[in-house]
């Protein structure tokens, strides 16, 4: 509250000084927050993305095994048949 005031009075804002880069900091503070919150968001989707990727390439690789096992058992089963 440094700034001159007229007699009849009026807002503080119009005639105190205004901290430029007390405000560009501030600013850039905020837009550093909300670019970090973003990564973190991003990476909670990528994290969610991997869990599902690797869950369908389990079930791939069980369901080639239980092939495989099947084949095995269908080729014992028909010896034991002949």
Do not use: C
Not at 4 to 21: E, V, W
Not at 39 to 52: G, H, K, P, S, Y
Request: proline share 2%.
């Amino acid at each position: 509250m440094t700034g001159r005031r007229p007699p009849g009075g009026g807002s503080r804002f119009l005639y105190d000084s205004f901290d430029a880069a007390h405000a560009r900091i501030e600013a850039n503070e905020r837009v550093a927050e909300e670019r970090w919150q973003a990564i973190e968001t991003r990476l909670r989707q990528i994290e969610a993305m991997l869990d599902r990727m690797e869950r369908r390439i389990w079930m791939a690789v069980y369901g080639a095994l239980l092939f495989m096992l099947a084949q095995g058992a269908g080729l014992v089963v028909d010896s034991l048949l002949k």
